[in-house]
């Protein structure tokens, strides 16, 4: 069983431009969310999708957005790079259906994106 | 804004017991207390959870105050593969995953 995929695993850009990272949620699992990490922090949560909505934002500009698509694989959009987006983006699935009060979550091993 | 509080670090001998603490004193009645481990260069991985009772699972246990301010999460014989940072997370439906800094935990040989 595959648990969660994440590409690419390392990425270098500029400032200024768009980047375009992929997650595949774990087999069976319909909600995606997706984390920043910057070094020798936790991680901060950007946002949620689930049934290829967001469902949940954090304290993150426009520039950052996303989207999941019917096989529930999400996909996060930054534009305008900055260099403090240099960071760990961190994808997690889990089961959201209603009724489930509280769920474990799934991380993949994330994508290091340098912002130079 | 993380509504937990933990250590920065801790340290623990190879095959000891470790006992991780949480506060948690702002806690609602329907907050689950979550705990998350990152190894080095992995994503978070789950280790347990609890709403009131203790808990236990192959990873480890989970023992909660009866007033639930605090929890503990017991490593029975920490291994040097248990070296990470733990997570103590409070969470609730339709909340988000707050994390904060985490016990950076050392493992000595």
């Known amino acids: 069983d595959a648990g969660v995929t994440q590409s690419p695993t390392h990425l270098i850009k500029t400032r200024g431009q768009q980047v375009t990272l992929r997650c595949s949620p774990k087999?069976?699992?319909?909600?995606v969310s997706w984390y920043q990490q910057a070094l020798g922090q936790g991680p901060q949560f950007i946002f949620q999708?689930?049934?290829?909505?967001?469902?949940q934002r954090g304290n993150f500009p426009d520039r950052f957005s996303g989207h999941q698509f019917p096989n529930y694989s999400s996909e996060l959009n930054v534009n305008a790079l900055l260099l403090g987006d240099s960071a760990l983006y961190l994808c997690?699935?889990?089961?959201?259906?209603?009724?489930?009060?509280?769920?474990?979550?799934?991380f993949g091993p994330g994508t290091r994106l340098t912002v130079t | 804004d993380a509504k937990t509080t933990q250590p920065n670090s801790m340290e623990s001998n190879e095959e000891e017991p470790v006992h991780l603490p949480c506060n948690h004193s702002t806690i609602s009645g329907t907050d689950y207390i979550h705990w998350y481990r990152q190894l080095p260069s992995q994503g978070p991985e789950y280790v347990i959870h609890?709403?009131?009772s203790n808990v236990n699972n192959r990873m480890a246990s989970l023992a909660i105050a009866e007033d639930r301010k605090s929890s503990t999460l017991i490593l029975h014989r920490a291994t040097l593969r248990d070296a990470a940072v733990y997570y103590c997370i409070l969470h609730n439906y339709g909340q988000n995953f707050v994390f904060g800094p985490g016990t950076r935990l050392s493992v000595l040989p």
């Open positions: 999708y689930y049934e290829e909505e967001e469902r």
């Open positions: 609890g709403l009131t």
């Open positions: 087999s069976g699992h319909d909600t």
């Open positions: 997690a699935s889990s089961l959201g259906g209603r009724g489930i009060i509280s769920y474990e979550q799934y």
